[in-house]
T-cell receptor
């Protein structure tokens, strides 16, 4: 089945130790997103790629970076994780038709803990 | 900026109807969505409605849109325990990424 796959499901890192979260998709969608979701909060968009074009949200900290080496894969790099970065990180894809339809397909998320 | 508001909790008995409400501020919203998130999982698109529609029905789900009041609701008929989840309302203008509400946690009591 075509899907969005996130690895790992759970990730534990130490304060200040760089960590990379992975996302892959078999949907061949041209847009990939990374969201941060904290408990009882709305998912917060960090950035998204439209094909190779990177779009950073204005309030995304510099500590968060992303790479998209090809259509199928997208990575979230947290350079120096702080305690406040502990959250669920959700990857999503979409294939906007004329920029109107924003149906998102989500992975199961990676729950990041920072010790 | 755009804002989407939802009540945080709803509790219903199994077999009853659930109504989850959402208000939004962006009058130029083109599509409005309902996503479902089960514990420890990602969000799953349940249904969506285009802004020129008043109602959309899909099996047990009915979406009502009052564009004048910027109010969206999701009705789940014959609610089952498997419907227990967090339901997110989201809106899009088509030119910007989705804006989500904080989610309504639906608890279904057997």
């Amino acid at each position: 089945d075509a899907m969005v796959i996130q690895n790992p499901r759970y990730q534990v890192t130490q304060f200040g130790k760089p960590v990379t979260l992975s996302c892959s998709q078999t949907l061949n969608h041209n847009v990939m997103y990374w969201y941060q979701q904290k408990s009882s909060q709305a998912p917060k968009l960090l950035f998204h790629y439209y094909d190779k074009d990177f779009n950073n949200e204005a309030d995304t900290p510099d500590n968060f970076q992303s790479r998209r080496p090809n259509t199928s894969f997208c990575f979230l790099d947290i350079r120096s994780p702080g305690l406040g970065d502990a959250a669920m990180y959700l990857c999503a894809t979409s294939t906007p038709d004329g920029g109107v339809d924003e149906k998102l397909f989500f992975g199961s998320g990676t729950q990041l803990s920072v010790l | 900026g755009e804002d989407v508001e939802q009540s945080l909790f709803l509790s219903v008995r199994e077999g009853d109807s659930s109504v989850i409400n959402c208000t939004y501020t962006d009058s130029s919203s083109t599509y409005l969505y309902w996503y479902k998130q089960e514990p420890g999982a990602g969000l799953q698109l349940l249904t969506y409605i285009f802004s020129n529609m008043d109602m959309k029905q899909d099996q047990r789900l009915t979406v009502l849109l009052n564009k004048k009041d910027k109010h969206l609701s999701l009705r789940i008929a014959d609610t089952q325990t498997g419907d227990s989840a967090i339901y997110f309302c989201a809106e899009s203008t088509g030119n910007t990424p989705l804006v989500f509400g904080k989610g309504t946690r639906l608890s279904v009591i057997a």
